[in-house]
C-alpha cells in the first residue's frame, strides 16, 4: 500500500518559533491528517536543527553553552507544536545520538570511496549564512543570499569537500525528467536556472578553530560537519537508515520535503547530490511554499513585527488561526498576514456563514425535531434538495483534488463555498414559516438536507480545525470524533432520529471593545496609548477587581529607538526592548517629546495589548504617561531594574 512520509524543515534552535515556522508546522499537520483519514499509512516528521555557527552565537550572547541554548528552545517549538494540535510521529533533534551516528556512519562512507576528499580552500565566507563563495558569486563584493549581503570574510585554510560538481549533469537530467520533483513549477525553473552555472563541489566541514559545535568529522577530529550536511539527513536517521532497512524502506522516499522558499537550494541541490552518492532514491517532490509578510513588509527582529503565534492562537484560538493560515495563503506565493484580515475572514467564513447556519439548524432541530435528526420524507425532496446533494457531493471530491494538488486555500474557499450554498438553500426553503405553517415532512427534509450537508463540511474542515468541527460533530449527533473521509463523498449517512447534542456558539463574532466589528475598528481608532484618554469624571469612575487589574500585564521596557511616523505629526514610532524581546509601538506623544531624547530610557508598557495598527504601522503595546492639560510625562521607574520587569 502507498504510504505518505511528510517533512518540514527543522527549525534553529537559535531564536523562538513565529508564525512561518508554525505555518510550515501546520501544513503538514494538515496534509498528514488528510492522509490518515484517507486510511494512508502516514508518517509526519519535524524537528529542531541544533548545530552550527547561529546556535552557537546566540548561545554566547546568553552567556550560556550552546547545549543549553538548545535545551530552553526547543521546549518552545515542542510547546507550541502541542498548543497547535500538530499530530507529528516524530521529533528529532540533531543533537541526538541517533541522528550524529547516522551522519558519521555516511561520512565515513562517502569519504572510503571518495566522494568526500581533502583540499586547500580560500574564498569569502558569510558568517550569517555559513557558505563559501568564489569572487563571482559576490553582489557587490558582498554576500549574494537573496536578503543577506552582508560583508563577507576572505578565508583561507584546509577542509573537506563532497565531490558535488560529479552530479551536475545527473541532476539538471533528473529535474528535467521528474517535473513532479520540484514544485511549484517556477521553483523548479529557479533550481534549473541556478544548475546553468557550474556548480562547485561542497565544503562540508568546519575547522574547530572558527567553530565548536557540531558533528565531529570520523574521519578527522579537527573539524566539525557543516550544518546543513548534517541537518539534511534528520529526513533519513529519523525513519532508521541505515540501521533499520525495513522502517526506512516503508517510509522512503518522502512523499514531500515540505520548505519555505529560502531554503531551495540546499534542498534541490545540495540534498538530492548527497542522496545519489549514498546510493539513495530521491524524495517524491520538494515542496517550496512562500513567505508570510507582516502587511506588506518582511518580517524580522529589527522591524519589531514578528507575529507570535502563540499568542495570536491564544488570542483568536487555535483552530480559526490554522484556518486562516491554510485559507490565506495560496502555495507557493507569498501571503499578507495582519489582524485586519484575519477578523474579517473569521467573521466571514467562521462566525457568519458556518457558525451562524449551524445555530439555526440546530435551533430548528430543536424545535421541530424534538431534538432529533428528522426524516426526510422522499416525496418532499425537490429540485431544491438534488441541487443541495449535488452541490455537497462534488464539493467533497474537488477538496480531495485541491489536497492531492496542494491547492488547500481552493479546497477551503469551495467548503465555504458550499456552505454558503446551504445558507441559499435554507433562505429558499425557509424551513421556519414550513414549521409554522405545519407542513411537517417539509420542514424534516429541509432540516435533514441542512444537516446532511453541515455533516459533509464538518468532515471536510476537520484536518484543519479538528477540535471545532469535533464539537460540530458532536453537535450534530455523529458518533465518530473524525471523520471516515470516504463517507463524505456518500449522501444519507446521517441517522434519522439520532438526538442531538449541546451546541454553544461554535465561532463567536469578534467585536472590537467600542462594540462595532473589528475590522476596520482597530485601525486608527486606537491612536496609540498616552495622551489620548478621555478625562473621566469622578462620577464615571467604574471600580475594578483585582482579578481585573492582574489582567493587565504592565511591564518595564527599554526604548531602543525612536522616530515620527510619517504623516502624523502626533505619533511616534518607538523601537522597545522588553526583557530582550524587541517590539515596535506607536505612541502619541511626538508633541511633548523628540524622538532623539527617548533612546535609553526605561518606561511602563501594557505589554499584553492586542496589537493594532495605527497609521498603516504595527504597534504591540502601549506606554503608559500622567497628563494634565497640556502637559504630558512618561511614566518612568525610579532607579535601575532590567527591561521586563514586572509593574505591580
Ligand atoms: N534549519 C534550517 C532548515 C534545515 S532543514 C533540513 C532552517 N531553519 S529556520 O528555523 O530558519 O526555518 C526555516 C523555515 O521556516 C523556512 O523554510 C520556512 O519553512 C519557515 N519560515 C521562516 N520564515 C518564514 C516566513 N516569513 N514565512 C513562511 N515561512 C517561513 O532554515
Redesign the pocket.
Known sequence: MQSFYVT?????V??RP????A??TILADVLARYHRLMGTPTFFLTG??EHGQKVQRAAEAAGITPREQADRTVVRFQDLWRRLEITSDDFIRTTEARHTRVVQQILQDLYNRDEIYRAEYDGWYCVTCERFYTDKDLKDGCCPEPGCGRVVERIREANYFFRMSAYQDWLIRTIRERPGFIQPDFRRNETLGFLRQPLNDLCISRPKNRLTWGIELPFDADYVTY??FD??V??ISAIGYPEDRTRFERWWPATYH??????LT??TVY?PTMLKAMGLPLPQTIFA?????VGRD??SKSSGNVVNPMAFAERYGVDPFRYFLMAEMTLGQ?ASFTEEAFVRRYNADLANDLGNLLNRVMKLIGKYGGGCIPEPADGAAGGDEIALRKAALETAGSVGAAVEGMRLDEGLARVAGLTREVNRYMERRRPWDLGREGRLEDTATVLYHAAEALRIVSGLLFPVMPNKMAELRRALGVRERAPDMGRLQEWGVLGAGVRIGEMRSLFPRIQDASGTDAPGGTEGRRTGGAGRRPERSKEEKVEITYADFEKLDLRTARIDSAEKVEGADKLLRLQIDVGGEKRQIVAGIARHYKPEDLAGRTIVVVANLKPATIRGVESRGMLLAASSGDTLRLVTVDGDVPGGSAVS
Open positions: 518540514t524543515p527543522i527549525y534553529y537559535n531564536d513565529h508564525i512561518g515556522h505555518y510550515t529542531t536543527d550544518v546543513w541537518a539534511l534528520n529526513y515540505l520548505i519555505g522558499k529560502d531554503i540546499t534542498h540534498w511554499h512562500g513567505w508570510w509578510l518582511k518580517m507569498d
